[in-house]
C-alpha cells in the first residue's frame, strides 16, 4: 500500500508568480485536504475534495484553488503568490469526508515547502 | 465555535520521565478530538483520537489523553519519554481546527 505522495518537495517563486502543488492520495481513498503550515504554526484547513468535487473550504481567498482528478490525485493552485504563502503545504487523503461529524482518519503526505521571495 | 489551546509552546523533559502536553478546546457542540505528531521532514501522524466513547483515549506509542468534559481539556501524556518522542504534537478538535503546537524535547 502507498502512501500519500507530495510533489515537490521544495519550491521557490517570486511575488507573483503562480505555483501548482501535486498530491497522490493513499491507494483506495476518495478525499484530499490541503492544509497551509506556516513555520511555528499548526495547520490550517485550506480545502476539501470529496469525488472531484471541492466540499469545505477555510478562510483562504479565491486565488488558492484546486483540483481532484478522477484517480483521487490532486492539485493545488496559488495565483498571484504574496510573501505570507511562505509555508509547508500539507496533503491528507481519506475514506470518506473528514470534516465535523463525519470522521475519518487522515494520512498525511510530507509536505512542500514554498518559500516566495 | 471552535478553538484549542495548546498551554505550552515548548516542553522538555528528561527520558524515562512523565509526558504531559496540555491541550483546552473550545466548542459549541460535542466535540472530537485528536492527538497528531510531526517529525522533522515527515507527515503528522495520527496519535490518538477521542470521539464521544471512553473519555480515557489509549493511543500509539504509550500515548493516552483524558477527555474531561467540565475541564474542556484533552491532554496528552506518557508515563516514559523515549528519545524518540521529541517531535512536534498537534492538538485537533473538529473540523480539523490545529492549535499551534507544542515542541517536545527529550533530553538524555
Known amino acids: 500500500e502507498t502512501g500519500v505522495t507530495q510533489s515537490p518537495t521544495h519550491l521557490i517563486k517570486t511575488r507573483g508568480q503562480q505555483v501548482t502543488l501535486r498530491c497522490s492520495s493513499q491507494?483506495?481513498?476518495?478525499?484530499v485536504s490541503w492544509y497551509q503550515q506556516a513555520l511555528g504554526q499548526g495547520p490550517q484547513f485550506i480545502f476539501q475534495y470529496y469525488r472531484e468535487e471541492e466540499n469545505g473550504r477555510g478562510n483562504f481567498p479565491p486565488r488558492f484553488s484546486g483540483l481532484q482528478f478522477p484517480n483521487y490525485s490532486s492539485e493545488l493552485n496559488v495565483n498571484a503568490l504574496e510573501l505570507d504563502d511562505s509555508a509547508l503545504y500539507l496533503c491528507?487523503?481519506?475514506?470518506?469526508?473528514?470534516?465535523?461529524?463525519?470522521?475519518?482518519?487522515?494520512?498525511f503526505g510530507p509536505g512542500t515547502r514554498l518559500t516566495v521571495l | 465555535a471552535q478553538s484549542v489551546t495548546q498551554l505550552d509552546s515548548h516542553v522538555s523533559v528528561s527520558e524515562g520521565t512523565p509526558v504531559l502536553l496540555r491541550c483546552n478546546y473550545s466548542s459549541s457542540y460535542s466535540p472530537s478530538l485528536f492527538w497528531y505528531v510531526q517529525h522533522p521532514n515527515k507527515g503528522l501522524q495520527l496519535l490518538l483520537k477521542?470521539?464521544?466513547?471512553?473519555?480515557l483515549v489509549k493511543g500509539i506509542n504509550g500515548f493516552e489523553a483524558e477527555f474531561k468534559k467540565s475541564e474542556t481539556s484533552f491532554h496528552l501524556t506518557k508515563p516514559s519519554a523515549h528519545m524518540s518522542d521529541a517531535a512536534e504534537y498537534f492538538c485537533?478538535?473538529?473540523?480539523?481546527?490545529f492549535g499551534a503546537g507544542t515542541r517536545l524535547t527529550v533530553k538524555p
Open positions: 491507494s483506495g481513498h476518495n478525499t
Open positions: 485537533v478538535v473538529n473540523d480539523m481546527r
Open positions: 477521542y470521539t464521544s466513547a471512553a473519555t
Open positions: 491528507a487523503s481519506s475514506l470518506g469526508l473528514v470534516l465535523q461529524s463525519s470522521y475519518n482518519e487522515q494520512f
